[in-house]
């Protein structure tokens, strides 16, 4: 059965009470308004008489005309045809109803009377769960689908949901019905109702049901008053409409708590986790902005420390939380990620969603889909290009609500600069629905970045801490002020007793500004080199008295134990000097576990001075109270704008010092220089996608075509129209324009064999080839691609598997081999050490024994031979020795290189081995290194004896930490994850409670990714084919 159910405004008047009487009107309003009396039905009429007081009273407080629930609105007695039919229907099923009692045995009470009122009730404890009653009612509502209910109004579904409302109004088991009742009834014999007379259980007629059903509608309290609805209806509209409208708003609503729309148990979260109470006025204020409230891509820029990555953690949060989105979150570094992994683990665990790591050789595309649970995805740079690409690939971009681009001032930093435009330029263009949030300290364009993104901005000068600025001259200290004419102010003049011999050696007193200051506050000092890190941190130490060695002389000593331990028994000299002064170097040239050592010390107050390069201002936040530059130089280049301001930004620490200081040191032949340094805007941010020769436009292009975004010149316009380059077309593109670049480009990926035109007639395509594909899905740079392709070719003809050595040489980086020059007496010796079916393989590569025994010798090589091949070679020799020993100390002392070199060799070549294989992978003639590969890229990326590869794939668990916990009977990730924290920070020696929290979350949360992995593999597995034939 089925029935169109019209709602139809009468008049705009206020309904007559003189209306007529129908089958809804209670028996005592048709009696008054007759006349007549009704035939002597008591109980059935006190019944009646009891039900509608009930209602009456119930509904009071929600309308004062119980008769007139619906305002202006007639109620739906006004259509008494279709009343009719409702009691037709009902009257027709009766006798159905009856013989469906009898034939169920259930003897039965029936009660004489109003034939608007019939019940039936079971005499017996033996009759079937449902009862007879429930027959008839279910027996009518059969003719009503689910379809019936779609159009119920949201305050009606509330209703009916309502477990309050459900446990005052629904029956119980026994006696279950489709419709609220009004009084649930006490459990009676069938004895004791004969006797009071009473009627088991009154079943209403159809439209008594339908009455019962609007009042309860009517009664349920909304979000949206009824003079609101009123007001947004037109006159002309029916109820439904209007129910429906309200319904779309109710579901749209993703507010979910009183913390910006997220629940309390997040403020607990970041208070607990994070140890912050509350927001800075400024991060309020962001969160509340209308661009964020609804959803509009947005740029807010703030200085240093200003408390930028808890507002993105906060919208991450809710997209994932309210909207039940996955995000995407960009860093620029591996370190930044393992960090942040690290840090939002337990966040993920506590609030059920993934959080997945994509840096280094990390990182499944595309990604688990996670089986109902929403994905937090936290990527490198080149990670989160290929994520993209993958997402898109597989048609699943829409599911990332919101990506989030730390240092977005990074578009304009070279090829890095190019992937970050390229990632986003395709979200813009694919997702409409994407949120796309960016966060800088330094953003000299804004409008160019606004527009590109199609973003609204907002800006802050907040900084937790008070930052001054000074620059040293001689022995004169001055105050930076642009006001003045000369920039400068004069504060204060240095106070230092030097000897003459200290004079000469220290001649910017650097002791004297670091002693201010050290060693019960901390301080860092930025040095243009390396090498001059090292020789500042010595020379301080020199000058230092005995009393420093004496300020946490115990805790300093486990670091030096743990630096050992790291090192394999091996100890760097200069921190084996410098670290029991409370000094340590920081550059690329420690080892990523010295480092991670190094700046928990720090942190911890251990270390009260570092000595480092400029790119510990752009990776881990690490403040000082104050801040020195030995030099306005990064190597032999003059500081720029943005490297100044992220320096000097590390001054203050929030919640500790109440102002924090910078003090650039200077000489009088820079002083004009950096009298434009200290005043000078912001550094224009440019496309980088022509870096290079064009090197950024051509992949992109290629990409696009690839993943089907496009497919025809006019097509790829528009698409580049998108990007930041075609904003910056008139700065960037000086001699051509962005039209004849692009369509150079194409041109020049057809040339390659990277892209064909299609041959299917009248068509004219753009296709990528298998090359081409092979290309962009294993981020193969476009310089090396053919190379690439002709290196495996032949790799293939002879390949070596007797030893690591020819898969190692094959994913050698060849942009790492302009970094070494080889050191002609080690390349012999290590050559000579080689078995015979290594040197062969050496030789068929094109690098022979003799022509590395004449260059040992000092001879003339008349022979040609690849410089290239000869310098990767002797990387790979490297890499094999690593593998061999997992000793970094001792290779690096054979090889005569620092350790953090070969540690960046390691990593760079386990990243290129991870996107040659994804490369192989598009190309059937490579199937065999499909296993060789996956297998020699596990190998790169832990570097380790195999039984600790598991536990170093927690995020942040290095070599020795994870030797630690294999030696404490933690010897595999579920050990790991289903440890106590407390019995893991005592158990493993020097580790806090923190950390053994985190690497216990980060475990959880592997372990639940790979479990995920595997489930979705067996759902693939079982999944019936969607084309499977049938009869």
């Known amino acids: 059965m089925s029935a169109e159910i019209k709602v139809k405004r009468q008049s705009s008047r206020k309904r007559s009470r003189d209306r007529r009487i129908s089958h809804l009107t209670p028996a005592r309003k048709r009696t008054s308004a007759s006349g007549r009396q009704c035939p002597d039905n008591t109980g059935q009429i006190e019944l009646s008489r009891a039900l509608d007081k009930s209602m009456d009273a119930k509904f009071s407080e929600y309308c004062s005309d119980p008769e007139d629930l619906f305002g202006d609105y007639d109620s739906i007695v006004s259509d008494s045809s279709f009343l009719a039919k409702l009691d037709r229907v009902g009257q027709n099923m009766r006798p159905h109803d009856i013989d469906h009692t009898t034939s169920s045995r259930c003897p039965v009470i029936l009660l004489a009377g109003n034939p608007d009122f019939t019940s039936l009730k079971s005499s017996t404890d033996n009759c079937p769960k449902q009862s007879c009653d429930d027959s008839m009612t279910e027996s009518f509502l059969e003719g009503f689908t689910d379809d019936a209910f779609l159009d119920m109004p949201s ?14 109004n629904c029956c119980t088991d026994e006696d279950k019905t489709s419709m609220p009742m009004r009084h649930p009834e006490k459990s009676v014999s069938t004895e004791e109702r004969n006797e009071r007379h009473i009627a088991p259980k009154a079943r209403k007629s159809v439209s008594d049901h339908l009455k019962r059903a609007m009042m309860a509608n009517a009664a349920t309290p909304s979000s949206v008053s009824r003079t609101a609805v009123q007001k947004e209806a037109v006159v002309t509209e029916e109820i439904s409409v209007a129910m429906q409208a309200m319904e779309s708003v109710s579901m749209a609503t993703t507010d979910l708590g009183p913390f910006f729309g997220l629940p309390t148990k997040v403020k607990e979260l970041i208070c607990n986790l994070k140890g912050i109470k509350d927001l800075y006025e400024w991060q309020k204020t962001c969160l509340n902005l209308d661009s964020v409230q609804q959803r509009r891509n947005l740029i807010y820029s703030l200085p240093t420390s200003g408390g930028k990555t808890l507002v993105a953690e906060i919208l ?77 690939e597989t048609n699943r971009l829409d599911n990332v609500g919101l990506v989030v681009v730390d240092e977005l001032h990074m578009l304009g930093d070279g090829s890095r600069g190019a992937i970050i435009e390229m990632t986003l330029a395709k979200v813009l263009y694919i997702s409409k629905s994407t949120q796309i949030i960016g966060m800088s300290a330094t953003l000299g364009n804004l409008q160019d970045i606004q527009k590109f993104l199609k973003a609204e901005s907002y800006t802050n000068d907040f900084r937790p801490v008070e930052l001054k600025e000074y620059v040293k001259l001689k022995d004169s200290i001055y105050e930076v002020d642009p006001k003045e004419e000369e920039c400068f102010r004069f504060s204060r003049v240095l106070n230092f ?180 340094l200290v005043s000078a805007p912001m550094e224009i941010c440019k496309s980088n996608l022509m870096h290079s020769d064009g090197k950024g436009v051509l992949s992109l292009i290629l990409s696009v075509i690839g993943l089907n975004i496009t497919n025809s010149l006019e097509q790829i316009r528009d698409f580049m129209s998108g990007t930041l380059l075609s904003v910056q077309e008139k700065q960037v593109c000086l001699e051509r324009s962005l039209w004849e670049v692009t369509q150079e480009c194409v041109e020049l990926l057809k040339e390659k064999g990277l892209v064909t035109v299609s041959t299917e007639p009248q068509d004219g395509s753009l296709q990528v ?225 923190k950390q053994a929290n985190q690497i216990v979350a980060s475990a959880k949360m592997l372990l639940n990714e790979k479990a995920d992995a595997l489930q979705e593999e067996m759902d693939d597995l079982l999944m019936m084919p969607l084309d499977l034939l049938s009869l």
């Not at 579904?157 to 005052?168: E, G, M």
């Not at 370190?335 to 609030?351: D, H, I, T, Y």
């Open 155 to 168: 305050s009606q579904l509330a209703f009916l949901q309502d477990p309050q409302t459900a446990d005052r």
């Open 316 to 392: 991450i949060l809710k997209e994932i939380l309210c909207r039940k989105k996955d995000a995407l979150f960009i860093l620029p570094y591996v370190s930044l990620v393992q960090e942040k992994v690290r840090g939002l683990a337990s966040f993920g665990l506590e609030l059920d969603f993934m959080v997945e790591e994509y840096a280094g050789s990390k990182g499944r595309f595309p990604p688990v889909k996670g089986r109902g649970k929403r994905s937090l995805y936290i990527a490198t740079i080149e990670k989160a290009h290929g994520l993209v690409n993958s997402l898109i």
């Open 497 to 676: 007793k030097y000897s003459s011999a200290m004079q000469k050696i220290d001649q910017d007193h650097i002791v004297a500004l670091v002693t201010e200051v050290i060693p019960s506050q901390s301080c860092l000092v930025f040095c243009p080199t390396k090498k001059n890190c090292e020789n500042v941190a010595g020379m301080i130490c020199k000058y230092l008295k005995e009393d420093f060695i004496q300020h946490k002389q115990a805790e300093k000593a486990v670091l030096l134990g743990e630096l050992r331990s790291s090192g394999n028994g091996s100890l760097c000299p200069v921190l084996k000097k410098t670290v029991p002064y409370g000094l340590a170097y920081h550059h690329s040239g420690l080892t990523s576990e010295e480092r991670k050592l190094v700046e928990e010390a720090y942190s911890a107050g251990v270390l009260c001075l570092l000595t480092c390069t400029s790119t510990l201002a752009a990776g881990i936040n690490l403040p000082a109270r104050r801040v020195i530059l030995r030099s306005p130089y990064v190597a032999a280049d003059f500081l720029k704008r943005s490297q100044y301001k992220q320096m000097v930004g590390r001054a203050g620490r929030a919640g500790i010092d109440t102002h924090g200081e910078s003090i650039l040191i200077l000489q009088d032949k820079d002083k004009v220089l950096v009298k434009k």
């Open 769 to 993: 080839t298998k090359l081409g594909r092979a290309t962009y899905k294993g981020s193969v740079d476009l310089t090396y691609c053919d190379l690439l392709y002709r290196d495996l070719s032949k790799g293939l003809e002879s390949l070596m598997l007797n030893s690591f050595l020819h898969l190692i040489y094959l994913v050698t980086p060849y942009d790492m081999v302009s970094q070494c020059k080889p050191d002609w007496m080690v390349y012999f010796r290590q050559f000579t050490m080689l078995s015979a079916a290594e040197q062969k393989m050496c030789a068929a590569v094109g690098v022979s024994e003799s022509f590395v025994a004449r260059k040992a010798a000092g001879q003339n090589v008349k022979k040609n031979v690849d410089q290239v091949v000869v310098s990767r070679l002797y990387l790979a020799l490297v890499l094999q020795s690593l593998l061999k020993e997992t000793d970094l100390w001792s290779v690096a002392d054979r090889f005569q290189l620092s350790r953090g070199f070969i540690q960046t060799l390691l990593s760079s070549s386990s990243v290129f081995c991870s996107c040659v294989l994804h490369f192989t992978e598009e190309l059937e003639e490579f199937w065999p290194f499909k296993a060789l590969l996956t297998e020699l890229t596990r190998r790169l990326t832990y570097c380790v004896q195999a039984e600790l590869i598991p536990l170093m794939e927690v995020a942040g668990v290095m070599e020795r930490r994870a030797k630690q916990l294999y030696n404490a009977g933690y010897k595999t990730l579920a050990h790991l994850a289903n440890a106590d924290p407390n019995v893991l920070a005592k158990t493993v020696e020097n580790l806090f409670k």
